[in-house]
């Protein structure tokens, strides 16, 4: 687990496919690694990934295909910016949210302006997505813990501080930049939970208008 706040910037160092998936080495920058062993996990643009070499400057970890199909690993390329947080522990300060590291889906961004110090930037989730985004909710970008300023649709804005564009990656997007998602994990078993026993049936469509009037939840 993680918290969403960036401890460092990385760089992608090393591509190397094996027998279908990649290993991937990361520089590590100015994150300490000293208290980091071999199985410990790495949030590296907000894709949890295993420690499976410890080269002095930096890791090694293995990326499969499945996390290459549903994340924008299959995108790297050497020299690459990766934000980069070590797993929580007991006296973590929990200054964002909880993070899986695990990527819901991958968005991208539509524009970014200038908006007194600061950035204003907007991005377009994967409509699946859309309905776990809230305004004031909190969102997961390439590993990055962020409010939600507004949402339109699959579409939602953010509003970035001069410090975390400067420690993270996001002083790097553009229009057409691919990021990772990780939506709340409340929302995600809030959804779960109000299911109840319809969770169980196959191909259920989940939440829909129609089971939230039918449960008392919605009056159209």
Same mark, same amino acid.
């Given at each position: 687990?993680?918290?969403?706040?960036v401890e460092?910037?990385?760089?992608?160092?090393?591509?190397?496919?094996?027998?279908?998936?990649?290993? /991937?080495?990361?520089?590590?920058?100015?994150l $300490?690694l000293?208290?980091? %062993?071999?199985? $410990?996990?790495?949030a590296?643009?907000g /894709?949890? *990934?295993?420690? /499976?070499?410890?080269?002095?400057?930096? @890791?090694?970890? $293995? /990326?499969? =295909? !499945?996390?290459?199909?549903v994340?924008?690993?299959s995108n790297?390329?050497?020299?690459?910016?990766v934000n *980069?947080e070590?797993?929580? +522990?007991?006296?973590?300060?929990? #200054?964002?949210?909880?993070?899986? #590291?695990h990527?819901?889906?991958?968005? !991208?961004?539509?524009?970014?302006?200038?908006?007194?110090?600061a950035?204003?930037?907007?991005l377009?989730?994967?409509? %699946? *997505?859309?309905?776990?985004?809230?305004?004031?909710?909190?969102?997961?970008?390439? #590993?990055?813990?962020? +409010?939600?300023?507004?949402v339109?649709?699959?579409?939602?804005e953010?509003?970035?501080?001069?410090h975390?564009?400067?420690? +993270?990656?996001m002083?790097?997007? %553009? =229009?057409?930049?691919?990021?990772?998602?990780?939506? $709340?994990?409340? =929302?995600? @078993?809030?959804?779960?939970?109000? *299911?109840g026993?319809?969770?169980?049936?196959?191909?259920?469509d989940?939440?829909t208008v129609?089971?939230?009037a039918?449960?008392?939840? @919605?009056?159209?």
């Amino acid at each position: 687990m993680f918290t969403g706040i960036v401890e460092a910037v990385g760089e992608i160092t090393e591509l190397k496919p094996v027998g279908g998936d990649l290993r /991937v080495r990361v520089k590590s920058g100015k994150l $300490d690694l000293g208290d980091v %062993q071999l199985g $410990d996990s790495i949030a590296t643009n907000g /894709v949890c *990934l295993t420690v /499976v070499d410890l080269p002095g400057d930096g @890791y090694w970890a $293995d /990326v499969s =295909a !499945e996390t290459m199909d549903v994340t924008s690993v299959s995108n790297w390329k050497k020299g690459d910016r990766v934000n *980069l947080e070590k797993a929580l +522990t007991p006296q973590t300060r929990l #200054g964002g949210h909880i993070v899986s #590291g695990h990527v819901d889906g991958i968005g !991208e961004v539509v524009w970014r302006k200038q908006e007194a110090r600061a950035e204003r930037f907007r991005l377009r989730a994967p409509a %699946q *997505l859309a309905k776990y985004i809230a305004h004031k909710g909190s969102i997961t970008v390439d #590993g990055t813990s962020l +409010t939600v300023n507004a949402v339109d649709g699959a579409e939602f804005e953010l509003t970035i501080v001069p410090h975390t564009l400067q420690e +993270t990656v996001m002083g790097d997007y %553009q =229009a057409g930049t691919r990021v990772n998602l990780e939506v $709340d994990l409340i =929302a995600r @078993y809030l959804e779960r939970l109000l *299911l109840g026993d319809k969770a169980a049936e196959p191909d259920s469509d989940g939440l829909t208008v129609e089971f939230l009037a039918k449960h008392g939840f @919605y009056r159209g």
